[in-house]
Each structure stands twice: as structure tokens, then as C-alpha cells.
């Protein structure tokens, strides 16, 4: 499956249209990131009318702790500037485009006889310096050979004019794509990489994702576009399920629809007012189980596992952070979200029908390290589930107090294979504590909540181990 490097421009766009820092490119790439995708991109221009330079560097900040599970992709001309930032910044990638004056957005790809002198140098430093070079072309194989003889390791088809062709019906879409394919396969041939990108969409990628080779489509203006009305987690959840071939599920099911339980509020442990959905078990007095959202999400992402444990005998209850959702407070404050785990712990063991020493809770991401910091905590806790945890997620640190307190603890866990930081942690889990210990791995770059759609036996495995472990 081509991955999906989302293209954050449009958001310093609208920043800079008003100045300050709002919409803030990082929280951006955060909730980007939190929704499962596996690439961020900028295009710096000279005239830094959407990202700047201090953006590429903050972004640079925030992704390194993500290395191996984040790309990172700079765009951009040739421009002395240029090259100096991305050499110092060091990114994944670095997409190469020719600029013309006073374009409001790229028109084509490098011409097939532009001279080797003109970036040749350029891309055996940045290729020294371990970055790798893509080749912004148009879908010719003139092109394709072009950028074979400039030694770069991708080239990336400049598909506006698939788009437009799209456009046009299937006859003109089948004819251009032809073309996309052709060169496709010979840069396959010829040992060099293919990404996409320009005025792909949700629309367009329903052929566009079946391109023989393809490796990352970056998308910027169509989905940030798109986020305007349905919010930035959510379409980025729809870009990777288009290219999953799993759009038509993803649209047709995650139109704000309101969760089946029960909706409540409760206090934090500082008397933060939260929302949240309570699923009670038909047969009481039942274990409960607390649900800890990602960050940037809310607690509707857990309906289908909520359903599921009230389904299975487990009273459920998914809650909405501080600053999240329904929740008052900041969602800047991520230490004092743990207080909020330890408030929903003792609202939930306190309700009638809730058996208050059978307390389990399910996390994700930014959720799971919090799970754990407010379990090891409460003697209420028997069982925590960790999906994607981190031994430093923004400063919540999994140390090695807190594994010593995970003794007598059952700790289930779930992680991506290529997701280097959640594997790290679930090693150090495993060889600590005394109380069960069970762990899954989803082949891929994939995290957080992304691993109960991309596997649906992990959602399965886990109710199990939760009735297993509360109802005993």
C-alpha cells in the first residue's frame, strides 16, 4: 500500500493570512500523525508565503523523537537557501521542484534535458548526508530516464493533469492513467522509486491507488480542504482508508454518528468537568473499563470495542481528555490528563452495577502512557491495555519507577512492527513486573487505534483478555 505524506502548507496559509500562531502548523502535524499517518511534507518557498524556516525546524523537532515511523519530506527548488536548511534539518526526503516566477503553486516537472550541473552536485550531498532525493516529473519516460541519469532515488509524478483528465470521465482517466502507469513501470525498471502528488483526492485516488509501484502520494490542498468541514483527524483517516482500498467502509460509517451509550459527565481529580459515553453491561455487577482516547481524538473512536466489552459482560466507559471532545480544560496540560484516567477510574468503580475491584483500562498512544501512569497509582486497576505506548510520549515518561510499580499488574500490549519507539516500550514492559504479561504485533508502520482496523483479531484478542483478566 502506497503510504500517505500529508502536506501541511495550507495550514501555515491560513496562519500567516492574520499572523500569530494560530492554526498551529505543529498541532497539525500532531493530530496528523495521531490519526496514523505515516508522512509529513512541507514546500518551503523563497518567499515564505505558507511554511517557513522556523517551521521546518519545529517540525524537524517534533518528528525526531518519531524517526523510523514518521517520514519526513521537504519539497523545493534548487535555491542555495534551500539546500542549506534541508542539509541541516536532514529529512527523510527531500523532493526536489523546479519553481517559475510568480506560479501560485507547482505547473510541471523538470524538464527531460535539464543539465546535470544544475542539481547533480546537489543530490550526491544530500544523498551523502543520508537524505533521500526525489525528482518532481511530469509522467513522461523521458523524464523518468532523466532522472535515472541524475542519480535520483525517486521521482514524483506530477499528476494535475491525471486530475484533470479524472475529471473529464472515465475514457479521459483510463487514457491518462495509462500514461502514469507506463512511467511507473519503467522507473520500477530502471531501480528508481515512484511517489505521486499534486491534486490527488478522495475522488481521483479510487484509480490513481492502484499505480503499479507506487510508494507515498503526498496531499495537501484537497485534504486540508476537506478537513475544513469534517475536521483534520477524520479526513486523514479517509485518505489512508482510500488507499487501504477501504474508503467506501470509512465514509459511509464514520459520519458523526453518536456513540449507543449513554452520555455522562464526571469530574477530574482537580474537578476538571469531563464528558464522557458510558456502555453498561446487561448483567451487573460487572467488571468496568475505562477508554483512553489518542490525542487530538475524543471517545467516539472507541464505539465498535466499547459495543464489543458490553457485548462480552464488561461495562465500558470511553471519556473525552481535558480539552477534547465534550471535556473543559486545556489539552496542552498532558500531565494533568492522568488525573483525568484517575477520575474516570473512581466515578466508574463508584457506580451501581460496577464491581469497584474489577477496573481495567484501555489505551492509545498519548492514551496509553496515561493508562499506565494512573494504574500503577490505583489499587482499583487489575488489568491495563496498552495500544502504541512510548517510554517518553511528550514528556509522560514510562520510567523505570513506573515499571517497578506494574508488579502484580496484567499488562496486555499491541504495537506496529515498524514502530521502533512502541516496540522499545513493549520489550521493557514485558521484562518487568510480576502479573501477566501479553503482547501483539500488526505488521507495518501502523499505531495507535489504527492497529484494531488493520487487524481485526487484535480487537478480538483484547476483549478476551480483558473478560479473562476482570472477570476471574
Known amino acids: 500500500m502506497a503510504k500517505l505524506s500529508v502536506n501541511v502548507n495550507k495550514v501555515a496559509t491560513v496562519r500567516n493570512s492574520r499572523g500569530g500562531r494560530e492554526p498551529s502548523v505543529i498541532e497539525a502535524v500532531r493530530t496528523c500523525i495521531d490519526a496514523g499517518a505515516p508522512g509529513i511534507t512541507v514546500h518551503p518557498r523563497a518567499d515564505a508565503r505558507h511554511i517557513t524556516t522556523e517551521d521546518v525546524l519545529a517540525i524537524a523537532d517534533e518528528l525526531k523523537p518519531l524517526k523510523g515511523r514518521v517520514e519526513y519530506n521537504i519539497e523545493g527548488d534548487a535555491r542555495p537557501g534551500l539546500v542549506d536548511l534541508v542539509l541541516a534539518v536532514r529529512p527523510d526526503q527531500c523532493t526536489l521542484v523546479p519553481v517559475k516566477p510568480g506560479e501560485i503553486t507547482s505547473e510541471a516537472g523538470w524538464a527531460a534535458d535539464t543539465p546535470r550541473s544544475e542539481l547533480g552536485g546537489i543530490i550526491e550531498r544530500m544523498q551523502s548526508a543520508g537524505i533521500r532525493v526525489s525528482l518532481f516529473i511530469d509522467p513522461e519516460p523521458a523524464a523518468v530516464r532523466w532522472a535515472k541519469q541524475m542519480g535520483g532515488d525517486r521521482v514524483e509524478l506530477y499528476t494535475e493533469p491525471f486530475a484533470r483528465a479524472f475529471e473529464r470521465g472515465p475514457d479521459a482517466a483510463a487514457a491518462s492513467f495509462a500514461k502514469y502507469a507506463e512511467a511507473a513501470q519503467l522507473a520500477h525498471e530502471l531501480g528508481v522509486g515512484v511517489n505521486a502528488g499534486h491534486d490527488l483526492d478522495l475522488k481521483n485516488l479510487t484509480l490513481f491507488r492502484t499505480l503499479p509501484h507506487l510508494d507515498e502520494v503526498s496531499i495537501g490542498h484537497a485534504l486540508i ?248
Open 225 to 472: 480542504s476537506r478537513a475544513l468541514f469534517v475536521g483534520l483527524s477524520r479526513t486523514v483517516r479517509e485518505y489512508l482508508a482510500a488507499l487501504a482500498l477501504a474508503l467506501v467502509a470509512l465514509v459511509c460509517c464514520a459520519a458523526d454518528v453518536r456513540a449507543s451509550g449513554k452520555a455522562v459527565t464526571f469530574p477530574s481529580i482537580d474537578g476538571t468537568s469531563l464528558a464522557g459515553e458510558i456502555y453498561e453491561a446487561s448483567s451487573r455487577p460487572a467488571p468496568g473499563v475505562v477508554l483512553v482516547h489518542m490525542q487530538s481524538r475524543n471517545k467516539a473512536d472507541w464505539k465498535d470495542l466499547a459495543d464489543d466489552l458490553r457485548d462480552a459482560g464488561l461495562t465500558a466507559l470511553a471519556i473525552d481528555l481535558r480539552g477534547h471532545g465534550g471535556s473543559s480544560g486545556s489539552r496542552e496540560n498532558l500531565p494533568a490528563m492522568v488525573q483525568d484516567v484517575k477520575g474516570a477510574v473512581q466515578w466508574l468503580s463508584a457506580r451501581q452495577g460496577v464491581r469497584p475491584g474489577n477496573i481495567g483500562i484501555v489505551g492509545a498512544s498519548l492514551g496509553a502512557n496515561l493508562a499506565l501512569l494512573a494504574a500503577v497509582e490505583l489499587p482499583l486497576v487489575r488489568a491495563v491495555a496498552l495500544l502504541s505506548p512510548s517510554l517518553d510520549y511528550r514528556g509522560l515518561r514510562i520510567d523505570a519507577g513506573v515499571l517497578r510499580k506494574t508488579a502484580g499488574l496484567a499488562v496486555w500490549m499491541a504495537a506496529g512492527t515498524k514502530d521502533p519507539f512502541s516496540l522499545r516500550t513493549l520489550k521493557e514492559l514485558t521484562t518487568s513486573g510480576s502479573g501477566g504479561r501479553e503482547q501483539r504485533l500488526v505488521e507495518g508502520a501502523v499505531h495507535g487505534m489504527a492497529l484494531l482496523t488493520a487487524d481485526r483479531e487484535i480487537g478480538r484478542a483484547l476483549v478476551d483478555w480483558l473478560r479473562r483478566s476482570l472477570l476471574s
